[in-house]
Nanobody, 119 residues
Framework: QVQLVESGGGLVQAGGSLRVSCAASGRTLSMYVMGWFRQAPGKEREFVGAITWSTVKTSYADSVKARFTISRDNAENTVYLQMDSLKPEDTALYYC????????????WGQGIQVTVSS
């Protein structure tokens, strides 16, 4: 089991920055991919980006590429989502998730944290 707890969300003006954290516990993450997803009101949950823990390789959705950065702190067992140049359309509930590197499905999810971008 992997437990995930997000923190750091909040309200920010358009053009501003915010960093969301995801603290993981329960398993060594060297065999895991950590993903970020978001869900806006009335919309389906969408993939934001991911990081492979062991290689630190990242991938991003086109909508956030060059604005968002995912990183991880091995000592703290924490994944970060740095969001810059935020837009009102980035407003959503943001979720951290984890899957084994040899699996497709994300099995473990955090509770979600609200990010609101005002225009």
């Amino acid at each position: 089991q992997v437990q995930l707890v997000e923190s750091g969300g909040g309200l920010v003006q358009a053009g501003g920055s915010l960093r969301v954290s995801c603290a993981a516990s329960g398993r060594t993450l060297s065999m895991y991919v950590m993903g970020w997803f978001r869900q806006a009101p009335g919309k389906e949950r969408e993939f934001v980006g991911a990081i492979t823990w062991s290689t630190v390789k990242t991938s991003y959705a086109d909508s956030v590429k060059a604005r968002f950065t995912i990183s991880r702190d091995n000592a703290e067992n924490t994944v970060y989502l740095q969001m810059d140049s935020l837009k009102p359309e980035d407003t959503a509930l943001y979720y951290c998730a984890a899957r084994r590197i040899d699996r497709i499905t994300y099995n473990y999810w955090g509770q979600g944290i609200q990010v609101t971008v005002s225009s």
